[in-house]
C-alpha cells in the first residue's frame, strides 16, 4: 500500500514536500512515481525514481522546479516541489511498478489514495 501526505495550501511561488510512504506487499525495490490529476483534466506523470534512487526522471512542466528522492531505510519518497504555481493545483498520488518506463507511460501496480495541492493567493 502507498500512502501520499504533505499537500495543502500554498502561495505561488511557494514550496511543499510530499511524502509517499510504502508498506504492506510494496516492494521496497521498485520504482515508485508521482502523477497529479487536476478536475477535469487527463492524470499526468510528474516523475518516478527507481528502487535505487539513481535514476530519476520528470514531467516536462515540472523539469527544474520539483525534485524527487527516496529513503530507502524509511520506505519513503519524497517530492521537493518550489516555485509552484496555479497550474500545479491537483491531487498528487504515487503510485509503484517494478519498472521506471512502465510508470512513464503510466502503468503501475500499486497506488495509494492522493493529497491536494491548492496554489492559490
Known amino acids: 500500500q502507498l500512502q501520499a501526505s504533505g499537500g495543502g495550501l500554498v502561495q505561488p511561488g511557494g514550496s511543499l514536500r510530499l511524502s509517499c510512504t510504502a508498506s504492506?506487499?510494496?516492494?521496497?525495490?521498485?520504482?515508485v512515481g508521482w502523477f497529479r490529476q487536476a478536475p477535469g483534466k487527463e492524470r499526468n506523470f510528474v516523475a518516478v525514481i527507481d528502487w535505487s534512487g539513481g535514476t530519476t526522471a520528470y514531467g516536462d512542466s515540472v523539469k527544474g522546479r520539483f525534485t524527487i528522492s527516496r529513503d530507502s531505510a524509511e520506505n519513503t519518497v519524497y517530492l521537493q516541489m518550489n516555485s509552484l504555481n496555479a497550474d500545479d493545483t491537483a491531487v498528487y498520488f504515487c503510485?509503484?511498478?517494478?519498472?521506471?518506463?512502465?510508470?512513464?507511460?503510466?502503468?503501475?501496480?500499486?497506488w495509494g489514495q492522493g493529497t491536494q495541492v491548492t496554489v492559490s493567493s
Open positions: 503510485v509503484s511498478h517494478r519498472s521506471v518506463s512502465a510508470i512513464i507511460r503510466g502503468e503501475y501496480t500499486y
Open positions: 504492506g506487499r510494496t516492494s521496497r525495490y521498485y520504482a
